[in-house]
């Protein structure tokens, strides 16, 4: 199939499509498309960001629903509202000429009561958020009783995003007739089960490889030292004038922090977050779009969904949790046959992180070297020197001021005039970089930091919450990382008992976890945290040097964990 022509969709869709400029169907869409609209079994698609999932599972939907019918006869599950509306938009754009046919974005953080009145008017097609929906089905304003489609889009960050819940309740108010189709760029194991759990024998299609980068991308990654992030960032932006790029960040805090101190220091940026209001959000977003910003600094969930297609850089400000989460940022770039660069700003305690990312997406990352201040110096003399000969000079009008500037200048050499030229706009870049310090951590430096042959060393606390205050690993993570000073800080083993919690953190943040932690509060309980001794053999052998282990480390309480439960307890004691 080559073009969407062949595929027999109405009339009125082909036009949109090809108002929209949309010749041929992309691979996922040449492979999901027919499938739908033949057949009424399930569905697994997997496919990369910016590949058209959209309209893969769009257009079948658009093609067959019962327009005659205001009933709500498909849902779209979507993580943010950012990829609601998009979803939304899309939908809308490909059924411009189908005035009866009705789409309805329901998501939080917009009124309630506007939407309860579009529900009511009735439509065909709802695109919706978690928690949004699972508020409409409760107040009964929302009926998906009927449906004959659900989609599940992103659904890893779906899951990643902790809405499992929401989405068991969700479907257990839907038919059991109905076709599932479950979208998404990677396959991790919870994915399978969703997949298990509610649908009958899904087809699995998969478009490119999945877990895989874009083929455009070059991957990059600065050693520094964590304090010396934020300059290296700066030189990056310095050294590439004409960026336009993602500066990923993993806390609101952290985005709006880097944000700031981008805009005071004079670069074109701003800060998308969960904390802005709607209409903050659609006034960043489209300045972005539009280019009048360079720099989007944002959290994954932020920046989940949003559809810029010409991106020179994504930068990882600080690595993601999950290795996933590095595929979907650095997918943002190198979309439709541009070239794009990835940027990992990292320290040696990155290292391990970016070794695994290097397997799942099969490429090795270049490691870059932070330019040293005379380099961007004379980056951006040429860069500027460059401008400067594109100048178009509007001779008509100019000349009549020429003999009095001329006049002015006499006296000055070529070389003079040219000099002060430059020095207009270069004296603040120059004074900046003069005497900066070189930013890469050297390889020696990184085996000294290294303490114990690449070993770091831990430290274990002890702190007042545990599964009965619903603490788990990830709620836990969350909350150190909400401290700027914590946030790149590798977090070893985590045991979480009923009351209370065992975690090890890098001795080197001994006493900042103590200051962040003693005055910070969990469910509404004040935080007691202190360091107790590791059990001996503990120390030894599985230390683990990263947050992103993730599995395997809930409260189980084996054999060691117990001992260290013991140790501990004496330790208390002693103390008391
Ligand atoms: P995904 O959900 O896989 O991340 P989207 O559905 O958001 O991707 O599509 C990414 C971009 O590609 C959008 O801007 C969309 O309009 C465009 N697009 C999708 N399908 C086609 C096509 N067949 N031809 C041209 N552009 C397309
Ligand atoms: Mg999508």
Redesign the pocket.
Known sequence: MET?AELGLKEEVNKALED???????P??QKAIPHLLGSTSDLVAL??????????FSLPIIEQVDIKDKTVQAFILSPTRELCL?IAR?IESFTRHLSKLKTIPVYGGAKIDTQIKQLLAGGQIVVGTPGRVCDMIRRKKLDLSKIKWVVL?EADEMLSMGFKDELDFILETTPEEKQTLL?S?TMPKEIARIAKKYMTDPLEITAGQKNVGAENVTHVYYMVKPRSKYQALKRIADVNPDIYGIVFCRTRRETKEIADMLIQDGYSADALHGDLSQAQRDVVMHRFRSKHLQLLVATDVAAR?I?V?NLTHVINYSLPDQVESYTHRSGRTGRAGNKGTSIVICSNRDKHKIRRIEKRINKNFEKGSIPKGREICEIRLMSMIDGLKKVEVDEENINEFMPAVFENLEGLTKEDVIKKFVSVEFNRILAYYKGAKDLNVSDDKERKDNKKGGRLEYTRFHVNVGKKNNLDPHRLMGLINEFPELNNVAIGQIEIFKKFTFFDVDSDYKAAILKALSNAEFEGIALVVEPVKARPEYSQKNRRGSRDDKEGRSGRRGKGSKRAYKASRNFRKKRR
């Open positions: 969407f929209l400029g949309f010749v041929k169907p992309t996922i869409q496919a990369q960001t910016g590949t058209g999932k959209t309209a893969a998009q899309d889009d979208f760029a969904g559809d297609n």
